[in-house]
């Protein structure tokens, strides 16, 4: 009886414990196969060796309940299960870092290799294929972007006017009639040049008045000099020949005096036609204006015609208030037509002193020459001056900035062709423009010529889409 129990007892503490050890076995088997199933997919044959070796084991026990071996052969096959476990999860676990950690670095090799090769494949897609001697055929200049002293401007509003020191209102100075006109509007005449005649009475009054003091003068001096002889000889008395000599000047004073009023008139003295008036241009011009014609009669302040030198021109600018103190006698200025593509270079040569009541302006002036003509006057213009100076680290030429894609946009010059880079611009002063952003210092670029970069890429483009 007693041998029955203690068997009893001895198989159910047995069974126990073989349950008990195939339990954690199982689980730590599955969570050694999760562990390495997470880890490295490709490689299940750890966690089927290690689940293999736990069925072994279990396996094994089971032999050794079927034999009915001792408890210290059951206790031997417990610990060599435990051991083999303990060995599968160390190694699954080691294989788990070493995947871990390939993983890790894979994906950033992977990673940055994929950027450089998107980098160069989105390069290649922009690129604008240009070889040197397209560049050189097409005229392109290349530069590097640098620094550059950039101009801040101030924009003026101007108007370009005769110079009135140049400027001349021709007008008769006598009534009359007009015989004949000979220049005509628009008309360039030399100084001394008639423009048209006149036939004055009035004129015609004071010639006579000159020749009959010319006869006057004539018979006084004949006088004078009889007398003379005569009180030298002793034969008339020296009173007679002093009356003489006054004569003959009172005479000569009266020459004069018509003589003078004549050339007041602008009226040639010795004239044949003693009515006939000249008008003649005061100096080297063009006809600007024309008042006359052929039979007319004309006042003698009325003007007639208007002769202006064009060679030199005004600019008359408006100055605010609060730019009084920018423009200065002397200071260079830039005029520049809003009608037309032209520009100038003058100085400022006279700024008011006074402010419009209405315009709330003053008035400056700038004397332009005008060798070709193309000033002329009634021409809105602007008027550029310089402010301020500053310094800029990254400039390019003003040529070389094109809008693509709505943004401002700079071709860079790589191996092949050219890069298209948007860039944020600053200031500029038409030359030289700022760049703030998206352009490194010594960057070659196309400054001249860039439109035709910009032409053939959108060439390519429509291609490309198509």
Sequence with gaps: ?????????????????????????????FAAGALILRTEPSKPQAA??????????????????????????????EAKGHGDKEHHGEEAKAQGEKSEKSEKGA??????????????????????????????????????????????????????????????????????VVDSVSANLGQEVKRGQVLAVLSSPGLSEQRSALQSAQRRLDLAR???????????????????????????QEAQIAVANANQKLLALGA?????????????????GMVVEKHISLGESVGEAVNVFTISDLSTVWAEIS??????????????????????????????SYVGSLIGAQTRTATARVTLTNPQRVWRPGLFVNVELVSSEADAPVTVSADAVQ????????????????????????????KRIEIVGGLKPGAAYAASGSFVIKSQQGKSSATHTH
């Design 319 to 348: 100055v605010a208030a609060n730019n009084l103190n920018l423009v200065r006698i002397g200071e260079p200025v830039t005029i520049r037509s809003s009608a037309f593509d032209q520009t100038a270079s003058g100085t400022v």
């Design 268 to 284: 040639t003295p010795g004239s044949a036609a003693l009515g006939r008036y000249e008008l003649r241009a005061p100096f080297d």
């Design 222 to 248: 004949t006088t004078y000099e009889r007398e003379k002889k005569l009180w030298e000889e002793k034969i008339s008395p020296q009173q007679d020949y002093l009356q003489a000599q006054q004569a003959m």
């Design 1 to 29: 009886m007693n041998t029955q129990e203690e068997r009893k007892t001895f198989t159910e503490r047995t069974s126990k414990k073989q349950w008990m050890a195939v339990v954690a076995i199982l689980v730590l088997g």
């Design 48 to 77: 089927g060796h290690s689940e293999a070796g736990g069925h072994s084991d279990g396996e094994h026990h089971e032999e050794g309940k079927a034999e009915g071996k001792d408890d210290h052969d059951h206790g031997h096959e």
């Design 403 to 430: 809008t693509v894609e709505e943004k401002p946009t700079v071709f860079l010059k790589v191996p092949g062709g050219f890069l298209p880079q948007h860039v944020q611009t600053g200031r500029s002063d038409g």
């Design 107 to 176: 994906p950033a090799e992977a990673k940055a290799e994929a950027k450089g090769e998107s980098a160069a494949h989105k390069e290649d897609e922009e690129k604008i294929p240009f070889t040197d001697e397209q560049v050189k055929a097409a005229g392109m200049a290349i530069e590097s972007a640098g620094p550059a002293r950039i101009k801040t401007s101030l924009q003026l509003p101007g108007e370009i006017k005769f110079n009135e020191d140049r400027t001349a209102h021709v007008v008769p100075r006598v009534a009359g």
